[in-house]
């Protein structure tokens, strides 16, 4: 399954975002605060509950130059997936999206589409204003 964000604009260089983003401690400043609950962070990995109770874990792997940054599940995740940050040099500053792609069953995709769409556009939102 794949899920493109909104593109935003964003009011950084790109190396001033990748940086923000690699620090997974950061994350927590683009997440819903009334839908999470227990988030714990290093440097390199995060994990959280959402609504529901299902335990995410995001694990930074690596990056390519300051146009892309890489997010793997960790393994109390309820299934395998990768996010890419996509951030761009423009004449305002940046512009950036997030990019999934999960191994969900077609049973699973109807139920998690719609929210990871959402959460995904909020913290695309949230990166916007984090630099504003």
């Known amino acids: 399954m ?3 964000s909104n593109r935003v604009e964003v009011n950084a260089t790109p190396e001033e975002i990748i940086n923000f983003l690699k620090d997974a401690n950061n994350l927590i400043h683009l997440l819903p605060q009334d839908n999470i609950s227990d988030f714990k962070s290093s440097v390199e990995e995060c994990s959280f509950k959402v609504q529901g109770g299902v335990m995410i874990s995001l694990i930074e792997d690596g ?3 300051n146009e892309k940054l890489f997010l ?3 393994q109390s ?3 395998p997936f ?3 940050v996509f951030i761009s ?3 305002n500053g940046c512009e950036g999206y997030i990019h999934f792609d999960g191994e969900v069953n077609m049973f699973l995709k109807m139920m998690v589409e719609k ?3 959402n959460l995904f556009n909020y913290m695309t939102n949230k990166m916007q204003e ?3």
Do not use: C
Request: net charge positive.
């Open 63 to 65: 990056q390519e130059g």
């Open 77 to 79: 995740s309820p299934f």
């Open 89 to 91: 040099q423009n004449a």
């Open 72 to 74: 793997k599940s960790g």
């Open 115 to 117: 929210p990871l769409t």
């Open 130 to 132: 984090q630099f504003s």
């Open 82 to 84: 990768r996010l890419t």
């Open 2 to 4: 794949i899920i493109k």
